[in-house]
Each structure stands twice: as C-alpha cells, then as structure tokens.
C-alpha cells in the first residue's frame, strides 16, 4: 500500500481557454475547484504566478488538514508548474502542472503530478491516512471540471459604449 507517485488526468470543458487559464494561474480561487485544496495565498512580495514566486496552500482530505508552501517553476503562456517545498515536518515534494489548450469543443485541462522526493515510510503512512492518496484519478478529473465551472462563472470584463461609459464588469 502507497500513494500514487504520479498521474496524468485530462478533460476537456465547455470554456474559454483564456478564462480558464486565468483560474488557473490566481492560486487564491484554488479553494473554487479543488477538492483537497481548500485555499492559497502568495508568500512575500509577489501576488503573481512566476518562477520563484511561493504560495502557501491549505488542505482538507476527510478528518486531515495541513498546508504546504509551494514555489512556482513555470508559468509560461497556457501552462503552470510549481512543487511543494520539503520541510521537516514535510520531507516529501510533489512537482504539480495545469496545461490548457484550444480544442474543439472548448478548453483541455490537463494535469498531472509526480513525486520527486518522497521517503518509502511516508509514502505507507499517507496511504493509511489518507486512502484517496492511492489513486487520485477520479478526484483530480472531478476538479478539472469544476475548474471549467468556476472559469465559465468568471464575470468578463467588457466595454460600456455611449455617453459616459467606462469599462466594467458584467
């Protein structure tokens, strides 16, 4: 028994790739559509997803809460890249990417993870704890399309025409 040491969901969702894309790279609307990750907020000065940026998440999985501090690796035009950071208390690190792209149809989502470190004993004692660590497959598929949901929900910006209009949102 042990975690998954790395996946690849993808899913394509009735959305704009630009609204989508914009979700996905404000990590503060995580808590939107993940299913574990319930918050994020950046750490130091930068409030934008850039390598070295760092921000710190907030999970829930069951009875089981922890945050983790996070780095940005990528974030180059349609695609996001960050791992969690080791610590003492949290010796493993899990690099995690968010990809979109045009199809028709919409906008793929797709999303994959692999652990780049992780001690074999933490790996038992995480599938113990927490059992949906064992395959993450339905749950990660899941919050792509909530993903896509919280972009349609986006208000879009557009511009008031006539007297007095100014730009807003709708």
């Known amino acids: 028994m042990k975690v998954q040491a790395n996946n690849n969901v993808s899913v394509v969702v009735n959305a ?3 609204d989508v894309w914009d979700v996905v790279r404000d990590v503060t609307r ?5 299913n574990e990750c319930v918050s994020a907020e950046w750490i130091g000065e930068s409030r934008t997803a850039m390598p070295g940026a760092r921000f710190r998440g907030r999970n829930r999985n069951g009875i089981f809460r922890w945050g983790r501090v996070c780095e940005v690796v990528a974030s180059d035009p349609y695609t996001f890249t960050w791992v969690t950071v080791s610590s003492t208390f949290y010796p493993d690190s899990t690099e995690w990417t968010i990809a979109v792209e045009k199809v028709d149809g919409g906008t793929r989502i797709t999303q994959t993870f692999r652990v780049l470190r992780g001690p074999k004993v933490l790996s038992f004692i995480y599938a113990l704890m927490v059992p ?3 395959d993450r497959t339905a749950e990660l598929e899941a919050d792509l399309h909530r ?5 349609r929900a986006t208000p879009k910006r557009t511009a008031v025409s006539g007297a007095g209009g100014r730009g807003g949102r709708r």
């Open 30 to 34: 995580v808590g939107e559509w993940s």
């Open 16 to 18: 704009e790739m630009g």
């Open 132 to 134: 949906s660590h064992r």
């Open 147 to 151: 993903l896509g949901d919280a972009a």
